[in-house]
């Protein structure tokens, strides 16, 4: 039997009881434009994530605040019921009043309905990874993160994740929950959660970057990435993911994308292998 293409990448286990493929699926961009509202073709969209599992991909990561709402529904009629293995990540903690902005809100109150709303629109009854989305400023840390304990009490959450934390704030949450991911900005041109990621495979901690395909100045034509990506016969965005593959065995790629052809491209990273010395020369940037 000829493995799936994103078995390449390899498993990590997420919270000691689910394995996933470690080159994962971002669930943002099949919403609108501006991550508002519905797709254009909303068929279109649910054969992306349909496409994905196909792939060998098992871990989607989206948020109620995806659309609102719309990347939840559409994960739910797309892939329900969920094959075997796949797991679906979700966040709360972030809200929407247009296309492109985004506001925080970590009241325990709109956590514990935020993901009582998830559970309906992803057509489970228990979420397997539930991520605080984002600290607000306005809450202690902690009160929102005892939401999500709750609920995991309740029953309604498996796993705790959260996102866009420091290393305080997740050494903090550890003493009062194991917190099984981290998900926070990173790539090739902004390593500013390195810090961050030390911490998570120090503790074993999945690390879901976003944004991950981000090359910024390294991707200019003559340079190493684009040399590297030549030699590979690959595109930049490829060489970019294998290099994260290969960072640390705790990052959890999870590009997004609203196209079958860009997602396969994707995913076709897992197979990428970089030599030492072209790891050792991305790195130094």
Known sequence: MTPLPAAASGTFLLGGDLSVTRMGFGAMRITGEGIWGEPKDREKAKSVLRRAVELGVNLIDTADSYGPEVSERLIGEALYPYPKGVVIAT??????????????????????????????????????????????????????????????????????????????????????????????????????????????????????????????????????????????????????LAWLLRRSKVVLPIPGTSSVAHLEENVAASALNLTDEEFQVLSRG
Do not use: M
């Not at 009241?107 to 998830?118: D, F, I, Q, R």
């Not at 990173?186 to 976003?210: I, K, N, Q």
């Open 91 to 240: 966040k709360g903690g972030l809200t929407r009043s247009g296309p492109g902005v985004w506001e925080r809100n970590g009241k325990p109150a709109h956590l514990t309905a935020a993901c009582e709303g998830s559970l309906k629109r992803l057509r489970v009854q228990r979420i397997d990874l539930y991520q605080l989305h984002a600290v607000d400023p306005a809450v202690p840390f902690l009160e929102s993160l005892g939401a999500l304990v709750r609920l995991q009490e309740q029953g309604k959450v498996r796993h705790i994740g959260l996102s866009n934390v420091s290393v305080q704030q997740l050494e903090q949450a550890q003493k009062v929950v194991p917190i099984v991911s981290v998900q926070n900005r990173y790539s090739l041109s902004d390593r500013s959660a390195e810090a961050v990621l030390e911490a998570c495979t120090r503790l074993g901690v999945g690390f879901l970057p976003w944004y991950p395909l981000a090359a910024g100045e390294l991707n200019r034509p003559g340079g190493a990435l684009d040399t590297i990506a030549k030699r590979h016969k690959a595109t930049p965005g490829q060489v970019a």
